[in-house]
T-cell receptor, first 112, second 112 residues
Framework: GQQLNQSPQSMFIQEGEDVSMNCTSS?????WLWYKQDPGEGPVLLIA?????ELTSNGRLTAQFGITRKDSFLNISASIPSDVGIYFC????????????FGAGTQVVVTP | EAGVAQSPRYKIIEKRQSVAFWCNPI?????LYWYQQILGQGPKLLIQ????????DSQLPKDRFSAERLKGVDSTLKIQPAKLEDSAVYLC??????????FGPGTRLTVT
């Protein structure tokens, strides 16, 4: 079953606001991935992280690999309507290499 | 570069019927995965192939689900017989180094 705790479950924000979400685990992870899933589509990879402390940006998205290796964070700056969707964290723990574990997702709703 | 292809996109069947899904991974990706995604949850791994060999099928309900990847490229996932609880989105993903996984659009299965 899922070992990742992703929060918040949902967010209702206004266009232009920043968004933050995080993912924590009970195990040490050596990879963190962040995906976005639009309705009726498969998850799309946004950012991949491979080192503790790593901070990576992709446009208005920034993600960090936590120092403890048990958490990760995703920030979206200046949200726009197309940011609507479900964001999933995922990762490989050190004791289950190759098996990607997923969080339950954060649903983001952007209002004009 | 073409992404992961899946078909069909939608399927409606009655319980106890059989159904098959097809996946063609990104060219050159040796690792192929099938996931089940129930509404409101993150994807759950069913089976992982490395070339045409099974790496992990520990969460595949083998009494009714089967999957094959005979030539190490495309793959099929079959359910026979289907149950109501099999209603979900079935996602195929592929990767080159078993780290970053790229997903197809999924097949939405409804069992009535």
């Amino acid at each position: 079953g899922q070992q990742l705790n992703q929060s918040p479950q949902s967010m209702f924000i206004q266009e232009g606001e920043d968004v933050s979400m995080n993912c924590t685990s009970s195990s040490i992870f050596n990879t963190w991935l962040w995906y976005k899933q639009d309705p009726g589509e498969g998850p799309v990879l946004l950012i991949a992280l491979y080192k503790a402390g790593e901070l990576t940006s992709n446009g208005r998205l920034t993600a960090q690999f936590g120092i403890t290796r048990k958490d990760s964070f995703l920030n979206i700056s200046a949200s726009i309507p197309s940011d609507v969707g479900i964001y999933f964290c995922a990762g490989h723990s050190t004791d289950s290499w190759g098996k990607l574990q997923f969080g339950a997702g954060t649903q983001v709703v952007v209002t004009p | 570069e073409a992404g992961v292809a899946q078909s069909p996109r939608y399927k409606i069947i009655e319980k106890r019927q059989s159904v098959a899904f097809w996946c063609n991974p990104i060219s050159g990706h040796a690792t192929l995965y099938w996931y089940q995604q129930i509404l409101g949850q993150g994807p759950k791994l069913l089976i992982q192939f490395q070339n045409n060999g099974v790496v992990d099928d520990s969460q595949l309900p083998k009494d009714r689900f089967s999957a094959e990847r005979l030539k190490g490229v495309d793959s099929t996932l079959k359910i026979q017989p289907a149950k109501l609880e099999d209603s979900a989105v079935y996602l195929c993903a592929s990767s080159f180094w078993s780290r970053e996984q790229y997903f197809g659009p999924g097949t939405r299965l409804t069992v009535t």
